[in-house]
């Protein structure tokens, strides 16, 4: 039985506040959107497939990192992620990540396949389109703070209560400003794949990753790739976890 209650204070590092995967686990590691956590992910823990532990990752700047500065770019988020814990991406795993925490998670990958180390059985990533194509959005992260409030409302998943606190936003525009930096300036070259397998998900009408722009992560991978589109929006994900994490159980190291 899974309980949510954060285990990384007594068990080792911040980047696993749930703790690290036991030996032998089937380790799903997943990535949250921008301004977002490991918390976003603890309710999937309890809805995971038999054999499949869900291992939030909790970057600095938020929850209980709040005091640390957070990684304005996703290769200086990775360097810190690698040398931390670099050694737990071993064995039976996946990457899961939604819009930003998709770039960051194929940026992950293809370091960890640089480098020499075992890669991930499956790479998912969600809500983003593929990161060499011109950036389709307008860019918020330098937008003053009422129209960065604005987009996130129309982006959505940011309760009306928080984005109506002007002192609360205040303070949490120094990490959200640093998220949305990681997501819009990321880039990678579409002849440079990785080669563990890639799946794609995403709403059939999220304006900040349309179809078109899922399909378009094949050539960044030479392994099976396959797109999945769910009725929603940029947070379609919310409404149905279970559909999702059973997709995503079934990867399995060859």
């Known amino acids: ?35 977002a956590g490991a918390a976003s992910y ?25 005091a640390e500065p957070p990684h304005a770019g996703a290769p200086a988020l990775v360097d810190a992620l690698l040398d931390a814990i670099g050694d737990v991406f071993t064995g039976d795993y996946a990457l899961f990540g939604h819009s930003m925490g998709a770039v960051v998670a194929f940026e992950l990958a293809r370091r960890l396949q640089a480098e020499g180390r075992t890669p991930p059985a499956h790479v998912f990533v969600s809500g983003r389109a593929a990161p060499y194509l011109p950036e389709p959005n307008r860019p918020i992260h ?22 109506a606190e002007p002192e609360l936003m205040a303070r949490l525009q120094v990490l959200l400003r640093a998220d949305f930096a990681v997501n819009e300036t990321y880039r990678c070259r579409a002849d440079e794949p990785i080669d563990a397998p890639l799946t794609v998900f995403g709403g059939d009408r999220d304006p900040r990753a349309p179809v078109a722009s899922l399909h378009a992560w094949r050539p960044l991978t030479t392994g099976p790739f396959e797109v999945r589109v769910h009725p929603g929006g940029h947070f379609y994900l919310n409404d149905r976890p279970a559909e999702l994490l059973a997709l995503m159980g079934r990867f399995a190291r060859r």
């Open 42 to 66: 603890a309710g999937w823990r309890a809805l995971a497939p038999d054999g499949v532990r869900v291992c939030p990752l909790q970057p600095p700047g938020r929850a209980e990192r709040f």
């Open 1 to 35: 039985m899974t309980t949510d209650t954060p285990a990384g204070a007594r068990r080792g590092s911040p980047w696993l506040p749930y703790g690290p995967p036991d030996p032998g686990d089937r380790t799903l590691f997943c990535l949250a959107n921008a301004g």
């Open 142 to 163: 330098d937008l003053p703070l009422d129209a960065l409030i604005d987009e996130l409302r129309v982006i959505g998943g940011t309760p009306e209560e928080i984005l």
